[in-house]
Structures are given as structure tokens and as C-alpha cells.
């Protein structure tokens, strides 16, 4: 079955610190894969996508994910985490082209910055 | 509306009523979803209407679940004698053209709490 698993629940990181969310999946098939943040009491935002084009990809905020396909996962870093950073973000895939919004999300992984 | 707009933000019932949970999504976004945000079950893919075809109802968990789109804009989600486990916060998200792009865009959900 296809899935998704996020490595962590909780991760906690000074502010200035590397921020890294991991995420991997479990797919045959080349999947859309994503990263969305949830700021208390929001709805998810879209950070950023890979949609089979370049395997780094770049979004708000000055985070960035790899896609590895040999290790099967996307992996979210930011270089420097800010106060603001403090959210929970989810790891989301779809494996149908053409309808890349029947998304499966990964359980999610709050990140706690410390001052 | 600016964004997708969820109503009610928090609704409160006894088990075995019926509640309506509704959605209004962003103008001119063809595609509308709804997703569960659960504790022992993460995000969860509900349904999925995109324009005039058939919704995509492959996500709902029983048949006490039921949606409909009218006139291709406002959606209701209907549950049909709640339980406990029916309590979780429901999210809808817009997007167009059937998220091709894969950019969902999320209100702030309802949460729904079954007592």
C-alpha cells in the first residue's frame, strides 16, 4: 500500500538552527510529493512541491526538500530556523496524475523552536 | 470570499444527531475536497468533487457519510447519527482545474466534537 511516514513527531531546534523534517514513502510509481504547514488554528499552507521536474526544489520561507529516489524520501531543511518557524508540517503524496489533490499525508511533525 | 471559508469553526453534539459541516471554496476553483484531521488517524482524504462529474467518495469511512456540491460552488458535508469516533476537525480545501498543480488551498476546518 502506498504511505507516507514522518520521522519524528516532535522536533525541537534553537532559533538559528538547522531545521530538517524527514519524510518517506512507500510508491512503485513516481509520486507528486509535497510539504504543507499548519500554524495553530490555520488551515494547511503549501510550502512547497516536487512534481518530477528538479529534484531540489525551493519554496516560502526559505525552506527546500531533495527528492531522493534511491532512499525514497523528500526531506525538508531550512539553514536557519526563526521563532516564526513554529508549526506543525505535514508530507503529503499523490500518485495520480492528472488529480494531484487526492492527497496522502504523513502523520506530521511539529517543530518547536527555542529562543 | 478571499480564501475557503468553513462554517461552523466548532460544533458540539450528542451522539446519534446529525450535523452539517459546510464549505465555501475559493471563486472559480473548479475542484473542492474534504479531509479529516484526526488524532489516532492523521489527515485523511474524504471526498473530491471537480466540476460536473461524479464525486470521487472513495475516502468516506461509512455510509453515515455524505456530501453534495451545488451549483459547482458550496459544499455540505453531512454525517448521519454521530459517534465518538466522528470527532475529529474536517477540512476543505479548493484548488483549480483538479489540483494539477497539486496546490490545495485549506480552510480553517470544523471541528466537530461528539459527546
Known amino acids: 500500500a502506498q504511505s507516507v511516514t514522518q520521522l519524528g513527531s516532535h522536533v525541537s531546534v534553537s532559533e538559528g538552527a538547522l531545521v530538517l523534517l524527514r519524510c518517506n514513502y512507500s510508491?512503485?510509481?513516481?509520486?507528486?510529493l509535497f510539504w504543507y504547514v499548519q500554524y495553530p488554528n490555520q488551515g494547511l499552507q503549501l510550502l512547497l512541491k516536487?512534481?518530477?521536474?528538479?529534484?531540489l526544489v525551493k519554496g516560502i520561507n526559505g525552506f527546500e526538500a531533495e527528492f531522493k529516489k534511491s532512499e525514497t524520501s523528500f526531506h525538508l531543511t531550512k539553514p536557519s530556523a526563526h521563532m516564526s518557524d513554529a508549526a506543525e508540517y505535514f508530507c503529503?503524496?499523490?500518485?495520480?496524475?492528472?488529480?494531484?489533490?487526492?492527497?496522502?499525508f504523513g502523520q506530521g511533525t511539529t517543530l518547536q523552536v527555542k529562543p | 470570499g478571499a480564501g475557503v471559508s468553513q462554517s461552523p469553526s466548532n460544533k458540539v453534539t450528542e451522539k446519534g444527531k446529525d450535523v452539517e459541516l459546510r464549505c465555501d471554496p475559493i471563486s472559480g476553483h473548479t475542484a473542492l475536497y474534504w479531509y479529516r484531521q484526526s488524532l489516532g488517524q492523521g489527515l485523511e482524504f474524504l471526498i473530491y468533487f471537480q466540476g460536473n462529474s461524479a464525486p470521487d467518495k472513495s475516502g468516506l469511512p461509512s455510509d453515515r457519510f455524505s456530501a453534495e456540491r451545488t451549483g459547482g460552488s458550496v459544499s455540505t458535508l453531512t454525517i448521519q447519527r454521530t459517534q465518538q469516533e466522528d470527532s475529529a476537525v474536517y477540512l476543505c480545501a479548493s484548488s483549480r482545474r483538479g489540483g494539477e498543480t497539486g496546490e490545495l488551498f485549506f480552510g480553517e476546518g470544523s471541528r466537530l466534537t461528539v459527546l
Open positions: 516536487y512534481t518530477s521536474a528538479a529534484t
Open positions: 510508491s512503485s510509481v513516481p509520486p507528486y
Open positions: 503529503a503524496v499523490s500518485f495520480q496524475s492528472g488529480n494531484t489533490g487526492k492527497l496522502i
